[in-house]
């Protein structure tokens, strides 16, 4: 078992390599070794490596690595895997809304694929940060029927924390039933209703009663002609929380088969699902285009034209899957 001065030395030696590539920009040598040594670390270590850098340099290592992450590539994957969950993805949907362009498909991805009651220290996380609120930007910001359907899971309830009640959902089920697929049109009005007054591990349970009563999923009905547009985009959004692992390895399929830059989507994924479902993921992705995910990762990140920043990134995606 590691003593607590060998620990502590540890994170000091970390802390060196983090101020040796970020600050002082000190060579390829250190870049290789700070990949080798922070792919291994796990979450709390993480915090305590932040700790120990502040108190040897007096200086914020989320700040630091803000001011250069645009234009490093690995100082954005660093950041990003040493970043809280809630103020990470409060960061993420922030650049969505307001970066270069609106980012529906990462707007869906976050909201659909956390629970509610990490959707809701999200949403504390932006109020404190950016001081205001998700839902007005989201509003303000996102046309369409999707801006209704995002809204619609961001108010779900987190209350019930994580307690699920298979009788509330049998009914809700045989409710979604009737407004989805009795009558000549679907009954949206009912179904936002619902999914906003139950939390998503609620949800899922209400999924699973469906196909249990009905024989089919409910997002496959989704599909159809009925359900138009608003259905097509609901589909989306109820994949992502009733499959997430499937929801991400879509997502990276569809990066894959784009031919385009798949970096920044791989990057946002393999760190901010690393230690909840990466795996899961990962198989289904190989099973859907015989890739392995670190096959993918080495293809986008070391053909990136020579260029070591991205280099040392993918090395640092590669650690990271093989700690996971």
Known sequence: MESSMQASRKYELDCQYLNSCFLIGNGEGNRQKLVETLASRDSQELKLIHQTFRALYNQDLHHVLSTIRHNDALANA???RMSEPQERDAEI????????????????????????????????AYRFRYNSEIEQDMAHTISATFKEILLTILKSSPKYGGRIDTSMA???AKTLYEAMETGNSVDWKTITSLLTQRNTPQIKSILSAYKELYGHEFSKFLKSNKCGKFGTEMRMV??????????????????????????????????????IDVREMSNVFAAKTG????????????????????????EFLLGLLRHC
């Open 291 to 314: 890739w392995t995910l670190g096959n993918f990762v080495r293809r986008e990140f070391n053909s990136a034209g020579g260029d070591k920043g991205y280099d040392f990134t993918g």
């Open 78 to 80: 660093v950041y990003l």
């Open 238 to 275: 109820i994949r992502g929380i009733q499959f997430p692992g499937k929801f991400f390895a879509k997502q990276l399929r569809g990066a894959l088969q784009s031919g385009g830059d798949g970096r920044e989507i791989l990057t946002r994924v393999v760190i901010t699902r690393l230690e």
């Open 93 to 124: 949907i922030r650049e969505a809304l307001f970066g270069r362009r609106v980012n529906v498909n990462t707007l869906v991805e976050v909201v659909s694929t956390r629970s509610s009651t990490e959707l809701h220290s999200i949403k504390q």
């Open 170 to 172: 049998m009914c809700d």
